[in-house]
């Protein structure tokens, strides 16, 4: 069987398939033009260099197209690269798509049972009406999308797991705090993100729709959310303090919510929000970093570096 891209070597002259998950194109000091090109299989990613290009390139190198690559892997700035020699596609119909896309650590039907436990644990019968629709609109692409393109939970299921990983943390942290009003901040962990479905173009070659660029997951959610209200007939507090659940999740303007938290639970929401985003950002980041190394300068972490302890070493 193939290598994949985790188990890549400096110097490994290897042909196989990827999925092209990215695509641009530069200009070279000569002005004959070469193509950057990310590769992706369901271990990780690789950034491509097609130096060489005919017109047929930018077709068969599409984002979104699984591709035969024949080429060499060469370290550059202390990271593997992969220099393209000859690319030819391949049918989607003849490939499993599942060896181009990262697994979920968690199996999907798991992720799936929790979630209607969530939704089955929450007493308050509005609310837990307003879930169980805004769910039931996008009910497969709920169980089936990522979370994001590249960052955090970037994978097929991505945005259940987030989900249902946010509603343990909140779930944990009801049992501290009794103040905190388990339905609301259970139904915030669960709804908060399903604008993703519209933001994103799927989990394959995930991408920003063009309503995902202009409007962004947190302005299309707080739409939805509103329209399920009038949908309903649901009216009063409740609504609005769901819709403000939305609103200000990423918690301060410049990281997108147009309000700040002004309840406890919106507050909690942003705080277990960012938690679980960065826990997943950091693990990307220190993947294939050996005990006792320093991983890249991590641009969602503040452009900082994090250490990978000794502890973590496994034993022979």
Known sequence: MS?????????????????VSGLSRGVKADG?????????DSSGQIEGKKWDVVDEDLNILASGNVVSVYGEVYQYKDKLQFKIFEARPVALGDVDIARFVKECPVPKEELKKKADAYIESIKDPDLKKMVVYLIDQHKADYYDYPAAVRNH??????LLYHSVTMADIAEAL???YP???????IAGTLIHDIGKITELSGPVATKFTFEGRMLGHISIMQAEVREAAHALGLTGEMPILLEHMVLSHHGVPEF???VVPETREAMVLNMIDNLDAKMLVLDKALEG???GEWSQKIYALD????YNPLYNKKED
Do not use: M, W
């Open 174 to 176: 009801c049992k501290i």
């Open 32 to 40: 004959s033009r070469y193509l950057n090109v990310t590769l992706q």
């Open 3 to 19: 290598k994949r891209i985790s188990e890549f070597t400096d110097g490994l002259v290897i042909e196989t398939q990827f999925l």
């Open 303 to 306: 452009d900082a570096f994090y």
């Open 289 to 291: 970093v050996a005990p």
């Open 179 to 185: 103040n905190l009003n388990r339905d609301y901040l």
């Open 153 to 158: 939970h970037a994978f097929a299921s991505g």
């Open 256 to 258: 997108g919510s147009p």
